[in-house]
């Protein structure tokens, strides 16, 4: 029988560069990245299965009720969710999956699956996600001041909400950061 694969679950504030330290950390680790339901429309060039598993809000809700996802939540009128079954299966075959998720989300799969290894990302300084923000070129001055007090609360929550931090001052180091705290956890 094959061992249990690791649910990896990646947090951290907008801005902080989770996108790239996910995509340098599957170049040297396979994962399984969970597909998430939505009940949003689909978006151009979007493919259902892929992005996302789109379903209506009653398909959703009954979801809810049943206990089929891991963590779920509502942004902007829409809910969002991880499907329990689809990860498990994933983890029972012995593969990692990855989540890249907001910090509420993060608290609910980690009381739904306490094996879950809670891994959130830290800027170097506050005052580099604010430049980091900014260099975006599409956040607004009301959108950065917004995520910026965010991301304090966020940082703050993360040393007992957490398993490990890591910060994110370049990508590669933080990524094979997260590969030894992966294989201390039993992963490879």
């Known amino acids: ?3 249990r694969g690791i649910l990896l679950v990646i947090s ?16 040297r680790v396979p994962f399984h990245f969970s597909v998430s339901w939505t009940t949003r429309e689909r ?13 209506d809000r009653a398909r959703f809700l009954e979801n809810i009720e049943s206990g089929g996802f ?7 009128g829409h809910l969002y969710g991880t499907p329990r ?6 983890l029972d075959a012995g593969r990692h999956v990855l989540l890249d998720i907001e910090n509420d989300g993060a608290g609910q799969v980690k009381q739904s699956y306490p094996e879950a290894l809670l891994v959130f990302v830290l800027p170097p300084s506050l005052a580099e996600l604010e430049r980091r923000l900014r260099n975006r070129g599409d956040t607004s ?4 001041e917004l995520r910026l007090g965010v991301a304090a609360e966020q940082m703050a929550e993360a040393t007992w909400k957490f398993d490990h931090t890591v910060v994110n001052d370049q990508v590669d180091v933080v990524a094979d950061e997260i ?4 294989k201390a956890a039993g992963g490879s």
């Open 43 to 55: 978006r151009p060039g979007e493919r259902d299965g892929v992005d996302y598993v789109f379903v």
């Open 141 to 144: 001055e009301a959108d950065v």
């Open 70 to 76: 891991l963590e779920w939540a509502e942004y902007s």
């Open 85 to 90: 079954d689809a990860v498990l299966a994933q």
């Open 1 to 3: 029988m094959s061992r």
């Open 179 to 182: 590969v030894s705290i992966l």
């Open 12 to 27: 951290g504030p907008s801005g902080v560069g989770k996108s790239s330290v996910v995509n340098a950390l599957a170049e």
